[in-house]
């Protein structure tokens, strides 16, 4: 009996400290920000072509992502092709419980390591893409003045359908005070052009409130985990070895192919975990 009363001991202080982790999100107020849908842009980065690439890898890494995860849904809102199936510029919105909160996280330099197709004596190449998840905003949370912006026509480039590329339908919103500007040309016309190329720079002013409280309150922390300084490289994906790591909290995996096909959980929940434990530790 003193044996098992033993191992039931261990079972449960084992027990004990998986949910005082599970319980550590709960000690802090609930940011209703998280609720939100979110906004992502994907760009390359340093590396020509090859940062193209990657775009367009890291876009289909959070297609699949989203697909997966039950109640979201993810719209275009501008999508450039390059050459070779790379991506020039990806913006969408994913709408869903908890999107933002989710995905907020992942905002900044995103690095690769592999050898390309073209290269013969086998070196490993590194390029780099930018990842932008920005809160939807709505128009009570900014307030733009119509005499605050420059809004610009004009006819539409690249592919398109009837009506895309005959008129000017392209739309370019110059916000004045902070120099943000959008362009928008997915859409069929003129109207919801402007109506996308809005909902855009809403959210980027919006981001730009949220950031300047969130770096105001960092400079009182030793760390900046979640800062979303889009400068720094947060994460390496390295394909000759199989690995990704995330730089802010040293998380490491070796399933690069499941995380490159969307199963993005594992780190998404680690980046979770550490935010939180930094700002009980403020």
Do not use: C
Not at 50 to 74: C, K, N, Q, V
Not at 167 to 172: C, G, I, Q
Not at 202 to 212: G, I, N
């Amino acid at each position: 009996m003193a044996a098992e009363a033993t191992q039931e001991v261990a079972r449960l202080q084992a027990a004990i400290a998986d949910l005082e982790v599970q319980l550590r999100p709960a000690l802090l107020p609930h940011d209703p920000m998280d609720d939100r849908n979110a906004i992502i842009e994907i760009k390359p980065g340093t590396g020509g072509k090859r940062s193209a690439l990657f775009a367009a890898d890291l876009f289909r890494m959070y297609t699949r992502f989203i697909e997966r995860h039950p109640g979201w849904r993810r719209e275009t809102i501008s999508h450039s092709e390059g050459t070779l199936g790379g991506v020039k510029e990806a913006v969408f919105k994913v709408s869903g419980d908890g999107a933002f909160g989710a995905m907020r996280l992942e905002s900044g330099t995103h690095r690769v390591q592999r050898v390309p197709a073209t290269e013969t004596q086998g070196r490993i190449h590194t390029s780099a893409a930018t990842v932008a998840v920005l809160p939807e905003a709505e128009e009570v949370d900014v307030k733009i003045e119509d005499k605050d912006l420059r809004i610009d026509v004009f006819r539409s480039s690249g592919p398109g359908g009837q009506s895309v590329n005959t008129t000017d339908s392209a739309v370019r919103i110059t916000h004045l005070p902070t120099g943000l500007v959008v362009s928008q040309q997915d859409q069929k016309s003129q109207l919801q052009n402007k109506l996308k190329g809005m909902e855009v720079l809403r959210a980027r002013l919006l981001d730009l409130k949220v950031r300047a409280a969130h770096e105001a309150r960092a400079k009182m922390r030793k760390d900046q985990v979640g800062s979303g300084d889009r400068s720094d490289k947060i994460r390496t994906y390295n394909y000759p070895q199989s690995r990704v790591t995330d730089h802010r909290i040293g998380f490491t995996t070796h399933d690069l192919a499941g995380i490159m096909d969307g199963h993005i959980e594992p780190i998404i929940d680690a980046l979770k975990l550490a935010d939180v434990e930094e700002m009980l530790g403020e």
